[in-house]
């Protein structure tokens, strides 16, 4: 497992569709499917030139380092025959066009009517799994649901990309290089394991994999087999997608007897330097401060640890009291516009 949480799954901030990455103005959400790039850099270009002999010399120490790692040598011989670096992912990677978006086009845009409709008609589909999930690891359908609608819209954009090739390119090189050698020899070692072919193994120009949209290391320390057919198939099982997201959920700290937390209004005059997770206090002291429910109806009484967020810079409106599940959320993807996304989308799949 690499360092820090915020890698845990890249398909969330590194994706060829939609990469999503905070601005002061907004959010900026680049098109890389959609728009075309600009020519490729005179530096990359000559790089690719002289690539060829330094890339098979780098891949003969990857090898080594593979077998090392207790890969096996037929696995490699498999998974590293005609990889070579890919220009276009290169290209995704050094110039990523980018429109910025508000937050509320933002939740238009991720936690649409459309993805509720559609995140409920999924609840109904797999109610019998979802429960069983939610009782073996502590975390609610919805907020699975919700994810798995975030990630890869319900397993229907999850990246058609050979994992291993575009993880290859990217550790090969310099940029990030260390990163990216060791993801991709993660995803070797769940080539090796059985889990899927190589030809199989797609993702995100970035290496972010399946339906769940995990790097290698995330997979490695999340995926489960729950339809028990001897694989982590965060592909193509929908029990171990949901699976694997919530024991991923689980190990970032969820509560299973906890939301994620909820809108409020604040009242006039409020200090705003009270707004942001270091700022925390029970349900009860935020009460007497003033902030109450949306239609003006008291908080909740069950006496939770509180922060207050605002994802409109400068205003306080819109204002959010959150729990430490939304926290559990922001470990998955460090943007606040992701965390509130899935909490809001969860509530709303969740009606009923």
Known sequence: MHSGLQHLCQGARERSVHRLRPTRRGFAIGLAGSLALPFLPQSIRSARAAAGDDFATWLIGLREDALKAGVRAATLDVALAGVEPLPRVLELDRAQPEVTLTYEQYMTRVASEARVVAGKQMMRENRTVLDRVSETFGVQGRFVVALWGIESDFGRVTGGYSVVQSLATLAFDPRRGSYFRAELIEALKIIDQGNVSAAAMKGSWAG??????????????????FDGDGRRDIWGSRPDVFASSAKLLASLGWLGDQT?????????????????L?????????EAAGVRAPDGAPLPTRQLDASIVLPVSGSST???????????ILRWNRSTYFALAVGSLSD?????
């Open 208 to 225: 972010a994999m399946g339906q769940t949209q995990f790097m290698p290391s995330a997979y490695m320390r999340a995926a489960v087999d």
């Open 260 to 276: 994620w937390g909820r809108e409020v209004k604040l009242p006039q005059g409020f200090d705003l330097a009270l707004a942001g």
């Open 278 to 286: 270091p700022t925390s206090k029970k349900i009860a002291e935020w």
């Open 318 to 328: 819109p204002a959010f009291m959150v729990y430490n599940n939304y926290r559990s």
């Open 348 to 352: 709303r799949i969740g009606e009923g």
